[in-house]
T-cell receptor, first 116, second 107 residues
Framework: EPEVTQTPSHQVTQMGQEVILRCVPI?????FYWYRQILGQKVEFLVS????????KSEIFDDQFSVERPDGSNFTLKIRSTKLEDSAMYFC??????????????FGAGTRLSVL | QKEVEQNSGPLSVPEGAIASLNCTYS??????FFWYRQYSGKSPELIMS????GDKEDGRFTAQLNKASQYVSLLIRDSQPSDSATYLC???????FGKGTRLSVIA
């Protein structure tokens, strides 16, 4: 069964360093997303991406964050200068469709980011 | 601001009983709703989707949507210990997650 894959599963970094989280969405999906979940809190939307551009982003997704689809398979989230509060589980998701109905998103296993 | 509200629980039910999970949402424009299950430290896994008023059944799961009351529910029949997880009520789009209800099924 097709799945969304994320690497690495755990990333440890020093405050102020740049990190890149990687995702390979399901191959026939056109819409890609990043979410984060701080330990013990709810899953929060960060950004959606379609046709090589951001389609929607939340207030969390500030100038420190960027996304890219560098090739035909990978979808990346970059955090330029990590802060302690960026420590969270980051989930990538993808879907076939966008819009009001039937936008079923499938999630990867997540990358746990620990900022020290 | 779009919000989805859930009782965080824990909700404890005996094995074989019906578990009833509820949520309310604030955005009347939301058209699609999803129930995801999340085991501790794992990613959300889709259980059910519902788009129309009424009930939708899939195996032991029944989702209910009432758009007039802005209310979504999930019933789990014949609950099993393996159903013990956090259940996330989610509206669209982009996905707006509730905080989740922790379900504990006691053998």
């Amino acid at each position: 069964e097709p799945e969304v894959t994320q690497t690495p599963s755990h990333q440890v970094t020093q405050m102020g360093q740049e990190v890149i989280l990687r995702c390979v969405p399901i191959s026939n999906h056109l819409y890609f997303y990043w979410y984060r979940q701080i330990l013990g809190q709810k899953v929060e939307f960060l950004v959606s991406f379609y046709n090589n551009e951001i389609s929607e982003k939340s207030e969390i997704f500030d100038d420190q964050f960027s996304v890219e689809r560098p090739d035909g398979s990978n979808f990346t989230l970059k955090i330029r200068s990590t802060k302690l509060e960026d420590s969270a589980m980051y989930f990538c998701a993808s879907s076939e469709r966008w819009g009001l109905a039937k936008n079923i998103q499938y999630f990867g296993a997540g990358t746990r980011l620990s900022v020290l | 601001q779009k919000e989805v509200e859930q009782n965080s629980g824990p909700l404890s039910v005996p094995e074989g009983a019906i578990a009833s999970l509820n949520c309310t949402y604030s955005d009347r424009g939301s058209q699609s709703f999803f129930w995801y299950r999340q085991y501790s430290g794992k990613s959300p896994e889709l259980i059910m989707s519902i788009y129309s008023n009424g009930d939708k059944e899939d195996g032991r799961f029944t989702a209910q949507l009432n758009k007039a009351s802005q209310y979504v529910s999930l019933l789990i029949r014949d609950s099993q210990p393996s159903d013990s997880a956090t259940y996330l009520c989610v509206g669209n789009t982009p996905l707006v997650f509730g905080k989740g209800t922790r379900l504990s099924v006691i053998a």
